[in-house]
């Protein structure tokens, strides 16, 4: 039996969301992986690493037929970032985070995104780096 998720979207595109993307892809499940920052560099930059097909942006378009969104943010960011996809997000889609903290993230969940709580997986990768940013990605961090 195979399995693929044909677009996966990750917001924070560095060490933990970019190694999360770059492990999909070594390990053929990942069809497209979409990025979303802060920073246009850093989206450049995982664009030219191969970390991303493309850079996406918090809309419909990007999110509404995804089958697995990573909040891969400091947490202190991700209820804002809930809150602005809550609308655009389809109703299969998975929801994950790379968070450090779960009470916080799960109360924001709850708040932000309450038709989607049964799909969301909390998650903490127990991984980290000397390094930071998407050129410190690995696809065997975890």
Not at 42 to 61: N, Q, S, V, W
Not at 68 to 84: C, E, K, Y
């Amino acid at each position: 039996m195979s399995f693929r998720l044909d677009k996966i979207v990750v917001f924070g595109v560095g060490l933990i969301g970019g190694s999360f993307a770059l492990a999909l892809k070594k390990a053929g499940v990942a069809g497209q992986v979409i990025g979303i920052g802060r920073s246009q560099a850093t989206l450049d930059e995982a664009l030219r690493l191969g970390i991303i097909d493309r850079i996406g942006a918090c809309d419909a378009a990007t999110l509404g037929d995804a089958d697995l969104v990573l909040l891969a943010t400091p947490v202190g960011q991700m209820p804002a970032l809930m809150q602005a996809m809550a609308l655009h997000l389809g109703p299969q889609v998975v929801i994950t985070d790379g968070g450090s903290t779960k009470s916080d993230v799960a109360a924001a969940v709850y708040r932000h995104l309450p038709q989607h709580c049964s799909r969301f997986v909390p998650a903490h990768p127990i991984a980290g780096a000397e390094n930071s940013g998407a050129a410190a990605a690995k696809a065997d961090l975890y």
